[in-house]
């Protein structure tokens, strides 16, 4: 199986940075597309951005500007670098990585979220 451990989340007030971490492990053959989501209370969970095997990159229009991810192909990795935060950030972030392991198998994983909070 394929397991997506998340770090990096906290409390930071408005306008400061935070840089989150996400490390696949287990018997993964190519990770596709990996990618950050995040859910506020009372709302549906949103996609905030997703980086291809290639490096291309996708933002939702809420942090196009402010946040930048990325990956460590070599250490199945992916980052969420945010700047400018404002209180509206504020939600779980979830990992998230689309996985071919065991050679066989492709299936969508995800982490445990880790909890960031943009307040003075």
């Known amino acids: 199986q394929v397991q997506l451990v998340e770090s990096g989340g906290g409390l930071v007030e408005p306008g400061g940075s935070l840089r989150l971490s996400c490390a696949a492990s287990?018997?993964?053959?190519?990770?596709?597309?990996m990618g950050w989501y995040r859910q506020a209370p009372g709302k549906q969970r949103e996609q905030v951005a997703t980086?291809?095997?290639?490096?291309?990159?996708y933002y939702a229009d809420s942090v196009k500007g402010r946040f930048t991810i990325s990956r460590d192909n070599a250490k199945n990795t992916v980052y969420l670098q945010m700047n400018s935060l404002k209180p509206e950030d504020t939600a779980v972030y979830y990992c998230?990585?689309?996985?071919?392991?065991?050679?066989?198998?492709?299936?969508?994983?995800w982490g445990q979220g880790t909890q960031v909070t943009v307040s003075s």
């Open positions: 980086v291809t095997s290639s490096g291309s990159d």
């Open positions: 287990g018997s993964i053959n190519t990770i596709y597309d």
């Open positions: 998230n990585a689309a996985v071919l392991f065991r050679w066989t198998h492709y299936d969508n994983f």
